[in-house]
């Protein structure tokens, strides 16, 4: 008998298909500046194994079935010389090195197919190539790259597979609005652009959502001209601004259901889906970063990063009465992770894993309680989170950029009292 410990196997009804998904209960944190992966076991809170990869990475995500993990390695931005490290997750080894990339210094999406055969990975904040790649999983190896708008950022798939949503964020050298652009996973050609903003002032946060139904697609938008929540009715391929009134928003999350959104805009903002007005608003919890919906969808996670010298605090809130829960924990570790990318959740809900950039190492937070458990010592620079149940917008539970076993967690049948 194969122990818990070692894997969770379960059958994800993934929007009408079968798929065997592994739930291994580890973390992997890229460590920037070490260059390698440091896997974190959350059954034991410690540090498995270190994992060699390649220059720089930054991030990652699981495949469809939770088997892989995909890192990529920025490579300094070198044309052609940035590669993605696929990691076993069963041996924690490296079993494929993809190359060809020329990644940004940072934000990258990733995205997988629902048959699991094609990864879609952007090329990033790069302000000189501005293309989402297209990944052979089974051979691993690019197939071609689909030319988009500036720095292409973060992507969601929508739930029948047939098109990819990618965000692209504005520049000050090209002096061109952001956009976003729809592919056909079919052909691979952009088939329609939305321009949401109306001035240069305006940007994406680096964060995209989708509902879990497939309907809207939901991006934050900052900056010194309108901001708020843009929102794009797929059935249409059409797009608008909310109504309602955000300031500075730049993380969002949304409950299994469907039913609330959470936006993180240096306080901690509920909107309702039906009708995206705002049901609430948290004050006592400044500084809000990125948050995390837990998988039977009771309690909110959140981050929250404060000015330089960016010092790291936790917070828990009741998805239910939007009360906070306990009071917030705050760190005595200080930087700042990649955006999305710095909390982590065990899958029972008990702990909180985040990256403490400036001291190399992950705080382990009791969740009930908020206290610090421990910390586990990491590589140098350790800046983002792949896990199966992540704060990213690679990760984000309802959304398809990551269409691992957290679709298990998340959008299965929900329990009595599971929701809203």
Request: with cysteine; net charge neutral.
């Amino acid at each position: 008998m194969i122990r818990k410990s070692l894997f969770l196997a379960v059958v994800s009804l993934l929007f009408g298909h079968q798929i065997q998904g592994v739930v291994h209960p580890y973390i992997y944190v890229s460590n920037y500046i070490s260059g390698n992966v440091s896997v974190i076991d959350t059954t034991t809170r410690t540090r498995l194994t270190t994992i060699p990869v390649g220059t720089q990475p930054t991030g990652g995500a699981f495949n469809i079935d939770g088997s892989q993990v995909y890192i990529p390695n920025l490579a300094n931005g070198v044309a052609d010389a940035g590669t993605v490290s696929v990691i076993d997750v069963a041996s924690n080894t490296v079993v494929a090195t993809i190359t060809g990339f020329t990644f940004g210094p940072a934000v990258l999406g990733f995205a997988f197919t629902n048959d699991g055969r094609t990864a879609y990975i952007s090329s990033g904040t790069s302000s000189t190539h501005n293309v989402v790649y297209v990944v052979d999983t089974v051979a691993h190896q690019i197939t071609s790259s689909i030319t988009v708008g500036d720095q292409p950022t973060v992507m969601v798939i929508t739930p029948d597979g047939a098109y990819l949503y990618v965000t692209n964020l504005s520049t000050n050298t090209t002096l061109r609005l952001p956009t976003v652009s729809i592919i056909s996973t079919t052909t691979h050609q952009v088939t329609k652009t939305l321009t949401p903003a109306t001035s240069l002032g305006n940007n994406f946060s680096e964060t995209i959502t989708l509902h879990p139904s497939g309907s809207a697609v939901y991006i934050p938008i900052y900056g010194s001209g309108t901001t708020g929540l843009y929102v794009i009715d797929t059935s249409t391929q059409t797009g608008s601004i909310a109504s309602c009134s955000l300031t500075a928003p730049h993380n969002i999350s949304i409950t299994p259901k469907g039913g609330q959104l959470f936006i993180c805009n240096n306080k901690l903002t509920t909107l309702a889906t039906a009708n995206l007005n705002i049901v609430d608003q948290i004050y006592s919890i400044p500084n809000s970063f990125e948050s995390l919906v837990s998988n039977k969808g009771k309690h909110l996670y959140i981050l929250s990063v404060g000015p330089a010298p960016y010092p790291l605090s936790f917070s828990v809130m009741d998805v239910y009465s939007h009360e906070q829960i306990g009071e917030t924990l705050n760190l005595t570790a200080t930087g700042q992770p990649l955006q999305n990318q710095g909390l982590a959740m065990s899958l029972d809900d008990r702990y909180a894993y985040i990256v403490n950039p400036d001291q190399n190492r992950v705080a382990v937070i009791h969740a009930t309680t908020q206290t610090l458990v421990k910390t586990i010592d990491v590589g140098s620079n350790p800046l983002a989170i792949a896990g199966p149940f992540v704060a990213s917008s690679h990760v984000n539970p309802t959304q398809s950029s990551l269409l691992d076993a957290v679709r298990f967690y998340n959008n299965r049948p929900l329990q009595k009292g599971e929701g809203p």
